[in-house]
DNA sequence: ATTGAATATTTAGATGACCAAAAAATAGAG
DNA sequence: CTCTATTTTTTGGTCATCTAAATATTCAAT
Protein backbone atom coordinates (compact mmCIF):
# COMPACT_ATOMS: atom_id res chain seq x y z
CA UNK A 1 0.00 0.00 0.00
CA UNK A 2 1.67 3.01 -1.46
CA UNK A 3 0.50 6.39 0.19
CA UNK A 4 -1.03 9.15 -1.82
CA UNK A 5 0.68 11.99 -2.41
CA UNK A 6 -1.23 14.96 -1.51
CA UNK A 7 1.58 17.71 -1.79
CA UNK A 8 -0.39 19.16 -4.74
CA UNK A 9 -2.77 20.59 -1.57
CA UNK A 10 -0.06 22.60 0.42
CA UNK A 11 -0.96 26.16 1.10
CA UNK A 12 2.78 26.85 -0.44
CA UNK A 13 2.31 25.56 -3.67
CA UNK A 14 -1.12 27.38 -4.47
CA UNK A 15 -1.69 30.26 -6.14
CA UNK A 16 -4.88 31.06 -4.63
CA UNK A 17 -3.54 31.34 -1.32
CA UNK A 18 -1.10 33.81 -1.51
CA UNK A 19 -3.19 35.88 -3.73
CA UNK A 20 -5.78 36.05 -1.28
CA UNK A 21 -3.74 36.90 1.47
CA UNK A 22 -1.66 39.68 -0.38
CA UNK A 23 -4.89 41.32 -1.09
CA UNK A 24 -5.85 41.26 2.27
CA UNK A 25 -3.01 42.39 3.74
CA UNK A 26 -2.59 45.32 1.38
CA UNK A 27 -6.27 46.10 2.05
CA UNK A 28 -4.98 46.62 6.10
CA UNK A 29 -2.21 48.66 4.95
CA UNK A 30 -4.51 51.17 3.24
CA UNK A 31 -6.69 51.34 6.30
CA UNK A 32 -5.66 53.90 8.53
CA UNK A 33 -4.71 55.79 5.34
CA UNK A 34 -8.83 55.41 4.25
CA UNK A 35 -9.88 55.89 7.85
CA UNK A 36 -8.06 59.38 7.75
CA UNK A 37 -10.74 59.90 4.33
CA UNK A 38 -13.32 57.78 6.10
CA UNK A 39 -14.31 55.25 3.63
CA UNK A 40 -12.91 51.29 3.26
CA UNK A 41 -11.50 50.20 0.49
CA UNK A 42 -14.05 48.92 -1.91
CA UNK A 43 -15.65 52.71 -1.29
CA UNK A 44 -11.77 54.17 -2.30
CA UNK A 45 -12.03 51.76 -5.70
CA UNK A 46 -15.55 52.84 -6.13
CA UNK A 47 -14.69 56.71 -6.43
CA UNK A 48 -11.53 56.06 -8.23
CA UNK A 49 -13.47 54.89 -10.91
CA UNK A 50 -15.83 57.79 -10.75
CA UNK A 51 -12.46 60.57 -10.13
CA UNK A 52 -11.84 59.28 -14.20
CA UNK A 53 -15.43 59.23 -15.33
CA UNK A 54 -17.60 61.55 -13.11
CA UNK A 55 -20.54 60.02 -14.19
CA UNK A 56 -21.43 56.16 -14.97
CA UNK A 57 -24.20 53.53 -13.85
CA UNK A 58 -23.90 50.85 -12.05
CA UNK A 59 -23.11 48.38 -14.30
CA UNK A 60 -20.30 50.31 -15.99
CA UNK A 61 -18.67 51.25 -12.52
CA UNK A 62 -18.99 47.13 -11.82
CA UNK A 63 -17.05 45.70 -14.97
CA UNK A 64 -14.35 48.12 -14.53
CA UNK A 65 -14.24 46.38 -10.42
CA UNK A 66 -15.13 43.23 -11.72
CA UNK A 67 -18.34 43.52 -9.06
CA UNK A 68 -22.17 43.20 -10.14
CA UNK A 69 -24.57 45.94 -9.11
CA UNK A 70 -26.12 43.68 -6.43
CA UNK A 71 -22.64 44.07 -4.41
CA UNK A 72 -22.19 47.56 -5.38
CA UNK A 73 -26.44 48.90 -4.59
CA UNK A 74 -25.48 48.71 -0.79
CA UNK A 75 -22.05 50.17 -1.12
CA UNK A 76 -23.49 52.76 -3.15
CA UNK A 77 -26.02 53.78 -0.64
CA UNK A 78 -23.66 54.11 1.90
CA UNK A 79 -21.35 56.60 -0.05
CA UNK A 80 -24.65 58.68 -0.99
CA UNK A 81 -25.62 58.88 2.43
CA UNK A 82 -22.02 60.19 3.33
CA UNK A 83 -22.61 62.76 0.96
CA UNK A 84 -20.20 61.72 -1.74
CA UNK A 85 -22.03 60.40 -5.07
CA UNK A 86 -25.45 60.89 -5.87
CA UNK A 87 -27.95 58.33 -7.58
CA UNK A 88 -30.33 59.07 -9.83
CA UNK A 89 -32.38 57.51 -12.49
CA UNK A 90 -31.18 58.35 -16.26
CA UNK A 91 -33.99 59.95 -18.12
CA UNK A 92 -33.56 57.79 -21.42
CA UNK A 93 -33.41 54.71 -19.48
CA UNK A 94 -35.18 54.32 -16.56
CA UNK A 95 -33.69 50.85 -15.72
CA UNK A 96 -30.46 52.54 -15.71
CA UNK A 97 -28.85 54.52 -11.61
CA UNK A 98 -26.67 56.91 -13.08
CA UNK A 99 -23.84 57.25 -9.85
CA UNK A 100 -22.13 60.90 -10.22
CA UNK A 101 -19.90 62.65 -7.63
CA UNK A 102 -20.73 65.47 -5.45
CA UNK A 103 -19.15 68.34 -4.81
CA UNK A 104 -17.82 66.41 -1.51
CA UNK A 105 -17.25 63.39 -3.41
CA UNK A 106 -14.74 65.42 -6.00
CA UNK A 107 -12.97 67.48 -3.34
CA UNK A 108 -12.32 64.14 -1.55
CA UNK A 109 -9.67 63.34 -4.68
CA UNK A 110 -7.03 66.17 -3.44
CA UNK A 111 -7.31 64.02 -0.12
CA UNK A 112 -6.57 60.78 -1.70
CA UNK A 113 -4.13 61.82 -4.15
CA UNK A 114 -1.25 61.73 -1.60
CA UNK A 115 -2.11 58.07 -0.64
CA UNK A 116 -0.35 55.88 -3.00
CA UNK A 117 3.18 57.65 -2.50
CA UNK A 118 2.45 57.31 1.24
CA UNK A 119 2.14 53.31 1.07
CA UNK A 120 5.00 53.29 -1.11
CA UNK A 121 7.11 54.96 0.68
CA UNK A 122 6.85 52.04 3.48
CA UNK A 123 8.06 49.72 0.81
CA UNK A 124 11.68 50.94 0.51
CA UNK A 125 12.61 47.63 0.56
CA UNK A 126 15.71 45.90 -0.57
CA UNK A 127 14.27 42.50 -0.73
CA UNK A 128 12.52 43.20 -4.08
CA UNK A 129 13.38 45.67 -6.79
CA UNK A 130 11.65 48.05 -8.69
CA UNK A 131 12.18 45.97 -12.35
CA UNK A 132 10.79 42.72 -10.03
CA UNK A 133 7.90 44.90 -9.13
CA UNK A 134 7.75 45.95 -12.92
CA UNK A 135 7.86 42.59 -14.24
CA UNK A 136 4.93 41.21 -11.13
CA UNK A 137 2.14 43.91 -12.14
CA UNK A 138 2.67 42.42 -15.45
CA UNK A 139 1.79 39.21 -14.98
CA UNK A 140 -0.54 40.00 -12.78
CA UNK A 141 -2.69 41.95 -14.77
CA UNK A 142 -2.58 39.18 -17.41
CA UNK A 143 -3.65 37.00 -14.95
CA UNK A 144 -6.88 39.01 -14.33
CA UNK A 145 -7.18 39.10 -17.48
CA UNK A 146 -7.45 35.86 -18.37
CA UNK A 147 -9.48 35.20 -14.95
CA UNK A 148 -12.19 37.42 -16.02
CA UNK A 149 -12.09 36.39 -19.55
CA UNK A 150 -12.96 32.69 -18.12
CA UNK A 151 -15.62 33.72 -15.80
CA UNK A 152 -17.09 35.24 -19.08
CA UNK A 153 -17.95 32.11 -20.47
CA UNK B 1 -4.06 78.11 -12.92
CA UNK B 2 -1.89 74.27 -13.67
CA UNK B 3 -3.73 71.66 -12.75
CA UNK B 4 -2.81 68.60 -10.49
CA UNK B 5 -1.43 65.41 -11.69
CA UNK B 6 -4.03 62.38 -10.74
CA UNK B 7 -2.39 59.95 -12.59
CA UNK B 8 -1.31 58.42 -9.29
CA UNK B 9 -5.22 57.08 -8.82
CA UNK B 10 -5.87 55.41 -11.91
CA UNK B 11 -6.78 51.74 -11.34
CA UNK B 12 -4.42 50.47 -13.85
CA UNK B 13 -1.46 52.41 -11.81
CA UNK B 14 -1.90 50.33 -8.49
CA UNK B 15 -0.85 47.41 -7.31
CA UNK B 16 -3.33 46.77 -5.09
CA UNK B 17 -6.83 46.92 -6.84
CA UNK B 18 -5.14 43.93 -9.65
CA UNK B 19 -4.64 41.98 -6.47
CA UNK B 20 -8.23 42.48 -5.00
CA UNK B 21 -9.46 41.14 -8.45
CA UNK B 22 -7.14 38.34 -8.71
CA UNK B 23 -8.42 37.09 -5.46
CA UNK B 24 -11.94 37.66 -6.25
CA UNK B 25 -11.96 36.00 -9.51
CA UNK B 26 -9.35 33.06 -8.40
CA UNK B 27 -11.86 32.42 -5.53
CA UNK B 28 -14.88 32.24 -8.10
CA UNK B 29 -13.23 30.16 -10.21
CA UNK B 30 -12.69 27.05 -7.20
CA UNK B 31 -16.40 27.71 -6.88
CA UNK B 32 -17.57 24.86 -8.90
CA UNK B 33 -15.25 22.54 -7.59
CA UNK B 34 -16.00 22.99 -3.90
CA UNK B 35 -19.41 23.36 -4.47
CA UNK B 36 -19.09 19.63 -5.11
CA UNK B 37 -17.69 19.16 -2.01
CA UNK B 38 -19.98 21.40 0.19
CA UNK B 39 -17.49 23.60 1.47
CA UNK B 40 -16.53 27.40 0.47
CA UNK B 41 -13.46 28.48 -0.09
CA UNK B 42 -12.13 30.19 3.01
CA UNK B 43 -13.48 26.60 4.69
CA UNK B 44 -11.03 24.90 2.02
CA UNK B 45 -8.42 26.76 3.08
CA UNK B 46 -8.55 25.92 7.03
CA UNK B 47 -9.12 22.58 5.86
CA UNK B 48 -5.87 22.55 3.95
CA UNK B 49 -4.18 23.45 7.06
CA UNK B 50 -5.49 20.63 8.95
CA UNK B 51 -4.79 18.13 6.38
CA UNK B 52 -0.77 19.02 6.71
CA UNK B 53 -1.37 19.28 10.84
CA UNK B 54 -3.95 16.88 11.65
CA UNK B 55 -4.83 19.36 15.22
CA UNK B 56 -4.36 23.06 15.73
CA UNK B 57 -5.76 25.50 18.13
CA UNK B 58 -7.59 28.25 16.76
CA UNK B 59 -5.05 30.50 16.56
CA UNK B 60 -2.68 28.37 14.93
CA UNK B 61 -4.95 28.32 12.26
CA UNK B 62 -4.81 32.00 11.96
CA UNK B 63 -1.52 32.37 12.44
CA UNK B 64 -0.50 30.43 9.23
CA UNK B 65 -3.71 31.95 7.09
CA UNK B 66 -3.06 35.19 8.42
CA UNK B 67 -7.07 35.38 9.96
CA UNK B 68 -7.68 36.37 13.33
CA UNK B 69 -9.82 34.35 15.82
CA UNK B 70 -13.22 36.75 15.71
CA UNK B 71 -13.21 35.24 12.22
CA UNK B 72 -12.19 31.51 12.56
CA UNK B 73 -14.98 30.99 15.41
CA UNK B 74 -18.30 31.04 12.75
CA UNK B 75 -16.23 29.12 10.30
CA UNK B 76 -15.03 26.30 12.38
CA UNK B 77 -18.25 26.36 13.97
CA UNK B 78 -19.92 25.60 10.42
CA UNK B 79 -16.89 23.34 9.76
CA UNK B 80 -18.43 21.39 12.78
CA UNK B 81 -21.59 21.30 11.79
CA UNK B 82 -20.55 19.45 8.63
CA UNK B 83 -18.90 17.03 10.70
CA UNK B 84 -15.97 17.91 9.60
CA UNK B 85 -13.98 19.02 12.60
CA UNK B 86 -14.47 19.06 16.31
CA UNK B 87 -13.58 21.73 18.75
CA UNK B 88 -12.70 21.27 22.48
CA UNK B 89 -11.09 23.16 25.12
CA UNK B 90 -7.06 22.04 25.33
CA UNK B 91 -7.08 19.91 28.99
CA UNK B 92 -3.43 21.41 29.46
CA UNK B 93 -4.51 25.16 29.00
CA UNK B 94 -8.12 25.25 28.85
CA UNK B 95 -8.10 29.02 27.25
CA UNK B 96 -7.00 27.09 23.98
CA UNK B 97 -9.30 25.37 21.67
CA UNK B 98 -8.39 22.43 19.42
CA UNK B 99 -9.50 22.10 16.52
CA UNK B 100 -9.33 18.06 14.72
CA UNK B 101 -10.12 16.35 12.12
CA UNK B 102 -12.93 13.97 12.13
CA UNK B 103 -12.95 10.98 10.04
CA UNK B 104 -14.94 12.71 7.20
CA UNK B 105 -12.84 15.86 7.09
CA UNK B 106 -9.93 13.74 6.93
CA UNK B 107 -11.45 11.51 4.02
CA UNK B 108 -12.35 14.89 1.99
CA UNK B 109 -8.52 15.35 1.66
CA UNK B 110 -8.49 12.85 -1.17
CA UNK B 111 -11.79 13.80 -3.31
CA UNK B 112 -9.92 17.29 -2.96
CA UNK B 113 -6.41 16.23 -3.76
CA UNK B 114 -7.57 17.09 -7.59
CA UNK B 115 -8.70 20.10 -7.35
CA UNK B 116 -4.96 21.93 -7.94
CA UNK B 117 -4.99 20.25 -11.37
CA UNK B 118 -8.43 20.64 -12.32
CA UNK B 119 -7.84 24.31 -12.37
CA UNK B 120 -4.42 23.98 -13.92
CA UNK B 121 -5.99 22.24 -16.49
CA UNK B 122 -8.67 25.87 -17.33
CA UNK B 123 -5.69 27.40 -17.92
CA UNK B 124 -3.50 26.21 -20.65
CA UNK B 125 -2.92 29.24 -22.37
CA UNK B 126 0.08 30.65 -24.01
CA UNK B 127 -0.15 34.01 -23.06
CA UNK B 128 1.57 33.50 -19.90
CA UNK B 129 4.59 30.86 -19.61
CA UNK B 130 5.49 28.37 -16.83
CA UNK B 131 8.32 30.54 -16.01
CA UNK B 132 6.78 33.34 -15.84
CA UNK B 133 4.21 32.03 -13.27
CA UNK B 134 6.97 30.70 -11.27
CA UNK B 135 8.41 34.01 -11.10
CA UNK B 136 5.50 35.57 -10.24
CA UNK B 137 4.99 32.94 -7.46
CA UNK B 138 8.35 33.94 -5.94
CA UNK B 139 7.43 37.73 -5.50
CA UNK B 140 3.97 36.87 -4.60
CA UNK B 141 5.43 34.99 -1.78
CA UNK B 142 8.09 37.88 -0.73
CA UNK B 143 5.23 40.48 -1.14
CA UNK B 144 2.88 39.07 1.60
CA UNK B 145 6.32 38.43 3.79
CA UNK B 146 6.86 41.98 3.55
CA UNK B 147 3.61 42.50 4.32
CA UNK B 148 2.90 40.08 7.35
CA UNK B 149 6.30 41.52 8.12
CA UNK B 150 4.71 45.09 7.99
CA UNK B 151 1.83 44.65 9.80
CA UNK B 152 3.09 43.27 12.77
CA UNK B 153 4.87 46.61 13.84
C1' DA C 1 -50.87 47.12 -29.70
C1' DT C 2 -49.46 43.05 -27.13
C1' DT C 3 -46.83 39.56 -25.63
C1' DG C 4 -42.40 37.78 -24.45
C1' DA C 5 -37.43 38.03 -24.06
C1' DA C 6 -33.60 40.77 -22.60
C1' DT C 7 -31.52 44.28 -19.64
C1' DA C 8 -30.68 46.96 -15.22
C1' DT C 9 -31.18 47.31 -10.63
C1' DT C 10 -32.74 45.99 -6.11
C1' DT C 11 -33.79 42.83 -2.34
C1' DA C 12 -33.08 38.81 0.64
C1' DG C 13 -30.26 35.52 2.85
C1' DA C 14 -25.76 33.32 3.83
C1' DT C 15 -20.83 33.63 4.57
C1' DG C 16 -16.84 36.01 5.61
C1' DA C 17 -13.55 39.78 7.35
C1' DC C 18 -12.70 43.28 10.42
C1' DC C 19 -12.84 46.15 14.94
C1' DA C 20 -13.87 46.63 19.65
C1' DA C 21 -15.14 44.79 23.74
C1' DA C 22 -16.34 41.07 26.83
C1' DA C 23 -15.58 36.58 28.92
C1' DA C 24 -12.80 32.93 30.64
C1' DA C 25 -8.53 30.96 32.03
C1' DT C 26 -3.72 31.29 33.16
C1' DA C 27 0.62 33.48 34.61
C1' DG C 28 3.35 36.42 37.39
C1' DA C 29 4.64 39.85 40.97
C1' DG C 30 4.47 41.05 45.41
C1' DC D 1 -1.93 33.32 48.23
C1' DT D 2 -4.06 37.12 46.04
C1' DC D 3 -4.50 40.54 42.76
C1' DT D 4 -3.47 42.18 38.37
C1' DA D 5 -1.96 41.58 33.72
C1' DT D 6 -1.86 38.68 29.79
C1' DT D 7 -3.54 35.21 26.67
C1' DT D 8 -7.19 32.92 24.09
C1' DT D 9 -11.53 32.72 22.41
C1' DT D 10 -16.15 34.42 21.78
C1' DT D 11 -19.71 37.94 20.93
C1' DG D 12 -21.75 41.90 18.66
C1' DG D 13 -21.83 45.23 15.02
C1' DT D 14 -20.63 46.95 10.28
C1' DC D 15 -19.35 46.30 5.69
C1' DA D 16 -18.60 43.49 1.68
C1' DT D 17 -19.39 39.60 -1.47
C1' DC D 18 -21.96 36.04 -3.60
C1' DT D 19 -26.33 33.41 -5.33
C1' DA D 20 -30.94 33.52 -6.35
C1' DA D 21 -35.12 35.73 -6.89
C1' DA D 22 -38.03 39.92 -7.54
C1' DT D 23 -39.08 44.28 -9.93
C1' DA D 24 -39.13 47.46 -13.51
C1' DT D 25 -38.10 49.03 -18.04
C1' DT D 26 -37.00 48.47 -22.86
C1' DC D 27 -36.87 46.09 -27.19
C1' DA D 28 -38.41 42.94 -30.74
C1' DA D 29 -41.59 40.33 -33.28
C1' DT D 30 -45.83 39.42 -34.68
Do not use: H
Not at 86 to 110: F, M, P, Y
Not at 121 to 136: R, Y
Request: with cysteine.
Amino acid sequence: MTKKDYSSLYLEKQLCFPLYAASRLTTKIYEPLLNALDITYPQYLVLMVLWQEEELTVNEIGSRLFLESNTLTPLLKRLEQKGLVTRQRAAEDERKVLISLTKEGNALKRRAVNIPEQLIANFNDESITEKEILQFQTTLKKLVGLLSDSMKK
